[in-house]
């Protein structure tokens, strides 16, 4: 059963703030669902933050849809979903309780690849779970590769992109290197997927990881001349970053996702010196004394601290209003621009709104 205290202080902001803002009904592009005994993580060095182990070791489908029902009362939340992070030893059960999971309860799911599976192995993979698409993530990169030089196309090979384009289907990109969305060779990575393959569908996740504005840089003077890219604002708060994104591509390719469950998680995002700090409640997770993006914090003001999730869409409702964005072009955001995303690719559901 899933442990998730919901205060009267939470239910005050969503209420206040939350309710009349979202539409009756939304798509959650970006999520993860897995099972603690299904995951395997190779010995050796991350390359991948750790603090987001603290806030679930695992992500039950029961108990993530369990969250919308009790995050967002009076709202319908279809999650598209994927696997936690795999490597070749867990990508095979990992996928397949994903796959499960979408058939048992009509959801939209991406298969997460890895990177030395040819192309044909993809698309059967792809099309024999009824996925719409695929999941990379820079720790599949060759471990030769230090962390900082792993491309884009080390774990997103153009013989997979070959395959999603010609289907048309979706790929979730979480880009790697330190200098994060500003990253010229990420940029031109990106942009050279959106030439060589214009029926793919690329999902910029965390709207490029642009969790403070030092990550921008003038990525958004480039990525407003292309006409297929969207981007979601997953585990993301940064309000300036959104407006920027939201005035370069529009809010036709803009799109709500969360990266739950860590969106369960009760902080306040802060940023110091182009770095992001998640501000918590002493004690709530652990020792986390030794991790830069990690604070705790003490009462009283601890206990006004909301849930991730809350932060991130009162950070999009600041965005929203200073660009002006209309009911139906947040309706787009939160539900039609996802619905015709996963239509594209295949999905027969939800209907239209």
């Not at 997979?160 to 500003?182: F, K, N, Y």
């Not at 030092?214 to 297929?228: P, R």
């Not at 604070?295 to 009283?300: A, G, K």
Request: aromatic residues 8%; negative net charge.
């Amino acid at each position: 059963m899933l442990n998730l205290e919901v205060r009267e202080h939470d239910r005050e902001i969503y209420e206040r703030s939350l309710r009349d803002f979202l539409p009756e009904r939304l798509i959650d592009i970006h999520t993860h669902v897995w099972l603690a005994r299904l995951q395997h993580r190779a010995s050796g060095p991350s390359r991948v933050v750790s603090w987001p182990d603290r806030v679930a070791p695992e992500n039950p489908i029961e108990e993530h849809l369990e969250c919308y029902r009790l995050l967002f009362p009076g709202k319908r939340v279809t999650p598209c979903i994927f696997a936690g992070l795999i490597d070749e030893v867990s990508a095979d059960a990992s996928n397949a309780y994903v796959r499960d999971s979408a058939r048992a309860h009509g959801l939209p799911a991406l298969l997460f690849a890895l990177p030395q599976w040819e192309g044909e192995e993809v698309e059967r993979r792809v099309l024999e779970g009824g996925f719409l698409g695929i999941k990379g993530y820079l720790n599949l990169a060759p471990v030769y590769l230090p962390r900082q030089e792993i491309r884009i196309f080390d774990f997103l090979p153009h013989r997979q992109l070959e395959v999603m384009d010609r289907h048309g289907w979706i790929v979730m990109l979480h880009v790697p290197r330190d200098a994060r969305l500003r990253d010229l060779v990420n940029l031109a990575q990106i942009l050279e997927i959106e030439e060589r393959y214009p029926r793919l569908q690329l999902v910029l996740a965390h709207v490029g990881r642009a969790y403070c504005d030092e990550d921008v840089g003038e990525a958004f003077e480039v990525l407003k001349n292309t006409e297929h890219l969207v981007l979601d604002f997953s585990a993301n708060c940064n309000d300036r970053v959104f407006e920027q994104a939201l005035r370069a591509v529009g809010p036709k390719r803009f799109l709500f996702g969360s990266d739950l469950p860590i969106l369960r998680m009760r902080t306040r995002r802060i940023c110091e010196n182009g770095v992001y700090v998640n501000l918590v409640p002493k004690g709530l997770y652990g020792d986390v004394s030794g991790d830069k993006n990690m604070r705790e914090i003490e009462e009283p003001e601890a206990g006004r601290l909301t849930f991730f999730m809350y932060e991130e869409l009162l950070a999009l409702r600041r965005a929203a209003e200073r660009v002006g964005l209309t009911r139906d072009e947040l309706q787009d955001v939160f539900f039609g621009n996802a619905a015709r995303i996963l239509g594209r690719a295949g999905f027969r559901g939800p209907p239209s709104a």
